[in-house]
């Protein structure tokens, strides 16, 4: 892939937003964090003063994060959590599919500075485990059920130098995990 290497050091760049955060720290068996962010990331290209949405201009992201622990008798403990994203979906400058089937190597299209947007990422992890607890070590089990919805997000799109059709590239969708771990209190 041809990396674009014509760059100047003349632009400006912007970014502005605005955050809210509401948080339950653990009591009563419980917590929550919630936090939603809603922004801007702008950049001129040095030779214009029109602001363009740079490569990080998702516009807002929300983050959502609960558990809760059921104690039972002589040090056990029931674990369950839920964690969640949402984010607007990046930016990317699109390839120029005539010079990257000509050159046969990714060509991007410069004269579109990030014009076009990925899908909005989401992502919904669970899991579920338990605890016990002596007086000098602890131990853990958890099955993680990772991207519970099986939502194939978009990681970035490749050019077929042949053809010039593009695709998306997916991240991982489901995903179990076991998690097994031993704290040791000295």
């Known amino acids: ?4 290497d014509s760059l100047s050091n ?6 502005y937003g605005v955050e809210l955060t509401l948080e339950k720290y653990f009591s009563k068996n419980y917590y929550l964090l ?3 962010t809603l922004y801007r990331s702008l950049f001129t290209d ?8 740079s490569a990080f201009d998702g516009k807002y992201i929300l983050n959502l994060s609960t558990g809760y622990e059921l104690p039972l008798k002589r ?3 029931i674990l369950a959590n839920l964690q969640g994203s949402y ?4 930016r990317y400058m699109p390839y120029d599919k005539e010079a990257s089937m000509r050159k046969r190597d990714a060509v991007f299209d410069t004269s579109n500075y990030y014009s076009e947007t990925f899908p909005d990422y989401a992502r919904l992890n669970i899991s579920l485990g338990y605890r016990h607890s002596s007086r000098k070590w602890s131990d853990e089990l958890r099955l993680e059920l990772q991207n519970v919805t099986n939502r194939k997000n978009v990681s970035f799109y490749a050019i077929n130098t042949h053809t010039g059709e593009v695709s998306p590239v997916a991240l991982m969708g489901f995903m179990p995990m076991v998690h097994y771990r031993i704290y040791f209190s000295f």
């Open 1 to 4: 892939m041809t990396r674009v």
């Open 10 to 15: 003349r632009g400006l760049g912007m970014n």
């Open 34 to 36: 919630f936090s939603s």
């Open 46 to 53: 040095g030779f214009s003063k029109t602001y363009h949405p």
């Open 75 to 77: 040090g056990w403990t």
């Open 87 to 90: 984010a607007g979906g990046i």
